[in-house]
């Protein structure tokens, strides 16, 4: 079982990305879906999740600029971010509440995709 996200990069500010991040593997169901992001010399901060129905957070700094939306028919979730700022520059880590066919749920955790933000 894996995550895999994709769809970082560099872009200048007011810019936008759109962040993707599919599980795979013997999935039996997925609950909460998120993204974190790490800036350099900070703790991992919870940006965005939802739920299999579909009901979102969203933290305070992000509110408004990115949504975040999921496929479940595709074990999929993405991060749409828009109006970027430099301080959105950090690693960005997708995450995933699965139960499978080894164990029941628990937390999993993609391998993060850089987001640089230039002012």
């Known amino acids: 079982v894996q995550l895999q996200a994709s769809g970082g990069g560099l872009v200048q500010a007011g810019g936008s990305l759109r962040l993707s991040c599919a599980a795979s593997?013997?999935?039996?169901?997925?609950?909460?879906m998120g993204w974190y992001r790490q800036a350099p010399r900070k703790g991992r901060e919870l940006v965005a999740s939802i739920s299999y129905g579909a009901s979102t957070y969203y933290a305070d700094s992000v509110k408004g600029r990115f949504t975040i939306s999921r496929d479940n028919a595709k074990n999929t979730v993405y991060l749409q971010m828009i109006n970027l700022e430099p301080e959105d520059t950090a690693v960005y880590y997708c995450?995933?509440?699965?139960?499978?066919?080894?164990?029941?749920?628990?937390?999993?955790w993609g391998q993060g995709t850089q987001v640089t933000v230039s002012s």
């Open positions: 995450s995933a509440d699965m139960s499978t066919a080894g164990s029941f749920y628990r937390e999993y």
């Open positions: 593997g013997s999935i039996f169901s997925i609950n909460v």
